[in-house]
C-alpha cells in the first residue's frame, strides 16, 4: 500500500453507526418505478430476496466467490435504491482505467462518473490477501474521475480532490468490512492518504433463515452503505460536476 501512497491505517470511528429509519418515505422516482412506499418495503424485499436464496443454496457452504455474490447484490441494490436510484447507478463487473492502477471490480456504485464505493466478493480467507487489490482500485478510480472529468494531468491526479473520500468494501456476502480512503492535510509537510477500516459486519444467514431474520440481519449492512453514498454524493456535488451519467463499459 505504500506504492500507493498510502502510510497509515486507522480503525474508522466507533460513532459511525447510522440508523435505517423504516418508515421512511422512498425518492419519488423509486416509488412510482417499484410501486414500494417506505424503506421498510424495499427491506422486506431484501429479506424474502436473501431468505429464498439461503434455502435453495445453504450460504454456509459457499466455498466459491461466485456463490457468494448471489446474496450481495440484493444487499447493494437496496443501498442505492433507497439512497437515491437514477442519480446513483450499481454496475457489475465494472473496468476501472487508473493512472497507477485499474482492473475490473465486482461492483462499482457510481455518481456522476465517480466510482463512490468499489466492491470485491472475495472468500473471508482471501481478505488480506485481496486488500491491495481492493485499494488499488479505489485508487484507480480517483485516478480516472480526475483526469477524464476533471481534466488533471497525471502528475496532478493525487491533490485533485482532497476532501473526497474513496470507499470500498471486502464481502463475502455474509459479512462485509468498509474501507475508506482520506486526505489528511499536515500542514508545511503536505497531505497523504490514510486508509480506514471498519469491524466486519455480520450478516449471517443459513438455511431456513426466515424473511424477518433475514430482514433484520441487513439492515446494519443497508444502513451503512446508505450512509456511506449519502456522504460520497454531497462530496461529489461540492466539485459543480455536470450531470452527465457513465456508460457501462
Not at 459457499?62 to 436510484?85: D, F, T
Not at 497507477?100 to 465517480?114: E, L, N, T
Not at 486508509?195 to 450478516?203: D, K, M, T, V
Request: one cysteine or more; a negative charge; charged letters at 20%.
Amino acid at each position: 500500500m505504500a506504492l500507493l501512497g498510502i502510510r497509515s491505517t486507522h480503525d474508522l470511528p466507533e460513532q459511525l453507526t447510522p440508523e435505517l429509519h423504516l418508515d421512511a418515505v422512498l425518492p419519488e422516482q423509486v416509488a412510482r418505478i417499484t410501486g414500494w412506499g417506505t424503506i421498510q418495503d424495499v427491506m422486506g424485499h431484501v429479506g424474502r430476496d436473501l431468505a429464498a436464496r439461503a434455502l435453495v443454496s445453504n450460504p454456509l457452504d459457499c466455498a466459491k466467490e461466485a456463490r457468494c455474490r448471489e446474496l450481495i447484490s440484493p444487499v447493494l441494490m437496496a443501498a442505492v435504491l433507497i439512497a437515491g436510484a437514477g442519480d446513483i447507478e450499481m454496475h457489475a463487473e465494472f473496468h476501472v482505467d487508473g493512472v497507477h492502477a485499474g482492473g475490473s471490480v465486482d461492483w462499482a456504485i457510481v455518481y456522476k462518473k465517480f466510482n463512490i464505493v468499489v466492491v470485491e466478493a472475495k472468500l473471508f480467507s482471501k481478505w488480506e490477501e485481496h486488500l491491495g487489490q481492493l485499494i488499488a482500485e479505489m485508487v484507480g478510480s480517483r485516478e480516472e474521475f480526475a483526469t477524464m472529468q476533471l481534466g488533471k494531468r497525471k502528475e496532478e491526479v493525487a491533490l485533485a480532490m482532497p476532501k473526497v473520500a474513496s470507499w470500498g468494501i471486502m464481502t463475502t456476502g455474509l459479512a462485509y468490512k468498509f474501507y475508506q480512503l482520506a486526505w489528511v492535510d499536515e500542514g508545511s509537510q503536505g497531505s497523504h492518504m490514510v486508509l480506514y477500516e471498519s469491524q466486519p459486519i455480520s450478516l449471517q444467514l443459513d438455511r431456513g433463515a426466515t424473511h424477518t431474520e433475514a430482514q433484520s440481519k441487513a439492515i446494519k449492512v443497508v444502513a451503512f452503505l446508505k450512509h456511506v453514498l449519502e456522504l460520497q454524493v454531497a462530496s461529489i456535488k461540492s466539485l459543480s460536476l455536470p450531470s452527465a451519467k457513465r456508460q457501462c463499459s
